[in-house]
């Protein structure tokens, strides 16, 4: 081990500047090796950046001068996104043991460490509960063996998310982050050159309809010239953003009371031991597959454990436009908080995934957070002899679960009903 205490750091530069790829080898494998050292000796590098990162916190160097360790990181010459990812595995020092043994002695490159450090993020996240030093280890050894048997990070991920989605389908202890909305956020503030930056942090499902429509916008187009597309892909995707404005204030202005929401494919593996997953944020809760049935375009792929498809459903428009008008006319809004129809979907209140039919009597209209607090949180609807709905409270509302008329009818009284 070099003794950085006698041997000075820039004396260690000097020597592996000094190394060259050798010139007499024809058949390339002293180049491999020394390739493969070369490999070790900048897994070895991050994680001492990373490590001295840390050190750089614990003594307030960024803050003292009114800055952050990643601004700090970023002034001295490293990358936006590295100085990011250095900083996420700095902050989770001393909560991964194994992993940082693996990357201290070069076996874990930097994009694995922070793969690892995003997926145990994601389990804590989805987890309705703070997980026990046990199943943290756990979790910790079974991502750190999937990277050792050469996992890459988006498949650590996620590896992750089904773990996460796993914890929460087995809990009744609320809603993991991935689905809770009330964590959402978006925010814009115009800049200096009276530009507009955009941040959001919201659902899986939310995201998963966002990547697919600016996705589906953002296909490259040739020029007139008939060359390659000259925008960047980030450039492209700017781009289909103002489109889908453009489309959402077009439909606004007609009439789509009808008009299904956006289209979503749903993987189901055969044999039910993994979570159904979407193409573009990974794995999902048991409840959100149950409510992305609800009202949108849903196409069902079931795969077996090769992933080949098994069967695939044709897409399904549920709640056609006479339907949903019929609901409207009797519900009028949210049954549950009021929100006009305009803000709200179609619920199956026998799920659609228990075959419940897609009629009059077995919809109603709920707002998007409304309709996630019926999958999550222990509210349950029944349809009275009147052919209107009624909710039914969780316990911890009302010990009773005394049902409760739908928001267009609150001024009947509960002894009125026949429900």
């Not at 079931?302 to 044709?314: C, F, N, Q, S």
């Not at 129809?341 to 707002?367: A, E, F, R």
Request: hydrophobic fraction near 35%.
């Amino acid at each position: 081990m070099i003794n950085t205490d006698t041997t000075p750091l820039d004396a260690i530069l000097d020597q592996l500047i000094e190394i060259t790829p050798p010139t007499d080898d024809p058949t390339g494998r002293t180049t491999f090796e020394q390739l493969e050292f070369w490999r070790l000796i900048r897994n070895v590098a991050d994680h001492q950046i990373a490590t001295h990162a840390e050190k750089l916190d614990d003594l307030h160097v960024a803050q003292k001068a009114g800055s952050t360790t990643k601004k700090l990181l970023i002034e001295m010459g490293f990358a936006p996104a590295v100085s990011t990812r250095t900083t996420r595995i700095a902050d989770a020092m001393g909560t991964l043991s194994k992993v940082e043994a693996y990357a201290a002695d070069g076996r874990l490159s930097a994009e694995v460490v922070d793969a690892i450090v995003r997926g145990m993020s994601t389990i804590e996240k989805r987890s309705p509960t703070e997980l026990s030093a046990d199943d943290h280890a756990i979790y910790e050894t079974e991502l750190l063996t999937q990277a050792l048997s050469g996992a890459t990070p988006t498949d650590l991920q996620r590896h992750a998310q089904t773990i996460g989605n796993t914890i929460a389908d087995t809990s009744d202890n609320g809603i993991p982050a991935s689905d809770d909305r009330t964590l959402d956020t978006l925010s814009h503030h115009t800049t200096d050159d009276s530009r507009v930056e955009i941040h959001a942090n919201v659902t899986q499902v939310v995201g998963e309809k966002f990547i697919a429509m600016i996705d589906e916008r953002s296909t490259p187009r040739p020029e007139p010239d008939g060359s390659p597309d000259r925008r960047s892909a980030t450039q492209r995707r700017a781009d289909a953003l103002e489109v889908l404005l453009d489309q959402a204030a077009m439909g606004a202005a007609m009439d789509t009371i009808g008009t299904p929401r956006t289209q979503v494919a749903l993987t189901i593996p055969a044999d039910g031991g993994n979570p159904a997953f979407l193409p573009w944020t990974g794995s999902v809760t048991h409840a959100i597959a149950r409510q992305l049935s609800c009202d949108g375009s849903l196409t069902e792929i079931i795969i077996d454990d090769e992933t080949v498809p098994l069967a695939m459903g044709r897409e399904r428009r549920l709640f056609p436009a006479h339907l949903r008008k019929a609901i409207i006319i009797r519900d009028q809004t949210c049954i549950k908080c009021g929100a006009p129809p305009s803000h709200t979907q179609v619920h199956h209140i026998q799920h659609w995934t228990d075959n419940g039919d897609t009629d009059l009597d077995n919809g109603c209209l709920l707002c998007q957070r409304c309709h996630t607090q019926v999958h999550h949180n222990g509210w349950d609807i029944i349809l009275g002899y009147d052919r209107h709905p009624w909710l039914i409270p969780p316990a911890d509302i009302d010990p009773q679960r005394r049902a409760l008329p739908a928001y267009n009818r609150r001024t009947m009284r509960l002894d009125d009903i026949a429900a």
